[in-house]
């Protein structure tokens, strides 16, 4: 049954990362993350692959401040994240739901972020 989370999980991430890459930036403001991608993907005329680096980058940023918090253990949780605006999507599976406020607010604390959205599911029990 732990492959079939997963499937959904990587299912989910797709959807996920879908609906993140089709919103339209809220603003042009560059996220304040103190990574060099970052600040030159935030510029016009900067390549898509740089723009994909800087997310990837920021998004890996998040996903680290949630393997340093405690309380998350044995959550999925996968990170989308756009370094332009500073959006940062959850998404995933947790094992109660006191461990998705402790992802979002930690998620909310990292340098850069300006708003975080919550599409984690609590993991059935079996």
């Given amino acids: 049954m732990r492959t079939t989370y997963k499937a959904v999980l990587?299912?989910?991430?797709?959807?996920?990362?879908?609906?993140?890459?089709?919103?339209?930036?809220?603003?042009?403001?560059?996220a304040q993350n103190g990574a060099t991608v970052a600040s030159e993907a935030s510029q016009p005329g900067v390549s898509k692959k740089a723009e994909r680096a800087a997310n990837r980058l920021f998004a890996k940023k998040v996903h680290q401040a949630l393997n340093k918090t405690k309380g998350l253990a044995g959550a999925d949780i996968a990170v989308f994240a756009n370094s332009r605006t500073g959006d940062v999507i959850l998404g995933g599976f947790i094992d109660?739901?006191?461990?998705?406020?402790?992802?979002?607010?930690?998620?909310?604390?990292?340098?850069?972020?300006?708003?975080?959205?919550?599409?984690?599911?609590?993991?059935?029990?079996?």
């Fill in 96 to 126: 109660n739901q006191d461990q998705e406020h402790i992802a979002t607010e930690a998620a909310g604390k990292v340098p850069g972020v300006k708003s975080v959205t919550s599409k984690i599911v609590l993991r059935p029990q079996l």
């Fill in 10 to 30: 990587w299912a989910l991430a797709g959807w996920l990362s879908t609906v993140a890459l089709a919103q339209e930036p809220a603003s042009n403001a560059a």
